[in-house]
C-alpha cells in the first residue's frame, strides 16, 4: 500500500480516540458522543483493513495484531496515564493555562508522526505500539517541564 504511513497515522488517532471518546461520552457529553460513534466505526474500517495495511502477514493474523495491539496500547495508555498523574501531583505541573494542553497536542503529534513511520508491520503493533503510547506520556511530561506555566500547586 503505497498510503501506508498515512493510513497507519489514521488507524492511531482512530484507536485511541474512539475509547477515551467513549469514556468522556459515559458523563453525557453530546459531542464526545458523536466522536466516540465516528471513531468506532472508523476503527472498525481499519480493522476489516487491516490486511491491506500490513500485508506482511495473513489477513486472520493481520486483524489479530490490530486487536491485540489495541488492547496492549490502551493498557499502556492508562498505566500511562497513571503515571503521568502521579508524576504531575509529585512535582507540582499543575499551572493553569494553555501549557497542558499545549504539551499533549505536541506529544500527540509526535507519538501519530513517529508510529507512522515505524509500524510498518503487524507484529510491530504488539509491541512497539504500546512503547509509542509510553513515549506520548514521556514527551508531554518533558514538555510540561519544560515550560515556565506549567508549573503550580496542584490541589488534589
Known sequence: MRLRPLAV??????????????????????PAILIAIVAWIGLGAYWLRAPAIWSDVDPGRARAAVLGGEVLALSAFAL??????AISIDHELCGGGAAP??????????????????????????????????????????????LPGAHGFCET
Not at 500511562?80 to 498523574?85: I, K
Not at 494542553?101 to 509500524?119: D, S
Open 80 to 85: 500511562g496515564f497513571l503515571a503521568n498523574y
Open 101 to 146: 494542553i499545549f504539551a499533549l497536542g505536541v506529544a500527540a503529534a509526535v507519538y501519530v508522526g513517529v508510529g507512522a513511520l515505524v509500524l510498518r508491520r503487524a507484529s510491530q503493533l504488539l509491541w512497539l505500539w504500546p512503547l509509542l503510547v509510553f513515549g506520548l506520556w514521556g514527551t508531554s511530561l518533558v514538555i510540561r517541564f519544560a
Open 9 to 30: 497515522g489514521g488507524f492511531l488517532i482512530v484507536a485511541l480516540s474512539a475509547p477515551i471518546a467513549t469514556i468522556v461520552a459515559l458523563s453525557g457529553n453530546v
